[in-house]
């Protein structure tokens, strides 16, 4: 298994809590880090020192680290166009020698939109279909060949497609818990599908959903990975996971219940159900990102068990 340090810097973040974070995930052995694409606090906090950019971030860390997979979860279709994520995303590629993967969503965050201006329409699922649609398009065109693409949203005429990505084709991680359209997006471009935050129940639900499009796609079952993600709050004793938890501002039983909660062999429990459905993959959600502490405890006493 795959195991990820996932971040929401838009609690409250800097680009050096980031860069510390990232830096520790790859000294310990996690084998990605990925972050969130937002712009504006959720809930009461006040978001102190404010938003960062994912891609100017990701862009950054991909000069800051050496190993360590470097990704969004996930980027939303309304925030860019396809044409410029795709630059983004090839660049960034390059910069890290071949490390990306980008994770891509509707969006569902109208406050944020507001605050920013970034229309924010009712409908968003065909921009993501089309921005799929173009941005793996013009990652796999080959050198010296152009890519056009026409629908009700965009269009492009002759795109150079440039510049190239190192990875080919480069990872792109597809989730949701729509019963329909959503495996079958994922089974159309995803190299992943992500079953979100769920329960043991909830995700076996949308895997079967996602594993049978999948095949009803005639794509080779082997092609496509599968992840969860859960907020985690672990740690030696009860105490501990309790201390962690209110710091993330959440209690010790949500996180058992929806997340990756309790002590270590909890959580190394709650992996192993996963791991028997079919998950490869599996995203930490941190939020207390100064805890370091926390990152190591899962690194040695988690992970090993588990991997």
Same mark, same amino acid.
């Given at each position: ?189 995803? !190299?992943?599908?992500? $079953?979100?935050? +769920? %329960? &043991? ?6 895997? #079967?959903? /996602?594993?049978?499009? =999948? ?16 907020? !985690?709050?672990?740690? $030696?004793?009860? +105490? %501990? &996971? ?6 993330? #501002?959440? /209690?010790?039983?949500? =996180? ?16 192993? !159900? ?7 993959? &599996? ?25």
């Amino acid at each position: 298994m795959e195991f990820c340090i996932f971040t929401e810097p838009q609690q409250g973040a800097s680009y050096d809590t980031l860069l510390a974070t990232a830096q520790a995930a790859e000294d310990l052995g996690f084998d990605g880090w990925f972050r969130s694409d937002h712009y504006l606090v959720m809930g009461d906090g006040d978001g102190l020192p404010g938003p960062t950019d994912a891609w100017t971030t990701l862009a950054a860390l991909a000069r800051e680290t050496k190993r360590v997979r470097l990704g969004t979860l996930v980027s939303s279709a309304t925030y860019r166009y396809p044409g410029i994520l795709a630059i983004q995303v090839a660049q960034v590629d390059q910069m890290s020698g071949g490390r990306v993967e980008l994770g891509l969503g509707t969006g569902w965050y109208e406050q944020e939109h507001r605050a920013y201006g970034i229309p924010f329409p009712a409908k968003r699922f065909g921009l993501l279909e089309e921005q799929l649609a173009i941005v793996s398009g013009l990652l796999s065109t080959p050198l010296g060949e152009t890519f056009s693409y026409s629908g009700e949203h965009y269009t492009l005429e002759d795109a150079p497609a440039l510049p190239k990505p190192v990875q080919s084709p480069v990872p792109l991680i597809v989730g949701g818990g729509g019963p329909k359209k959503t495996p079958a997006l994922a089974a159309k471009y995803a !190299t992943e599908y992500n $079953a979100g935050f +769920a %329960t &043991v129940a909830d995700v076996e639900a949308k895997l #079967g959903r /996602t594993k049978a499009a =999948v095949a009803e796609a005639g794509r080779d079952a082997a092609s496509i990975k599968y992840s969860v993600a859960g907020t !985690t709050v672990t740690g $030696a004793d009860e +105490a %501990t &996971v309790r201390r962690r938890a209110d710091a993330t #501002g959440t /209690t010790p039983e949500d =996180v058992r219940h929806g997340g990756f909660g309790g002590t270590a062999s909890e959580v190394v429990d709650k992996i192993g !159900t996963f791991k028997e459905m079919g998950i490869t993959r &599996v995203y930490f959600q941190v939020m207390d990102l100064a805890d370091l502490d926390h990152l190591e405890f899962i690194a040695q006493e988690v992970v090993p068990q588990v991997r």
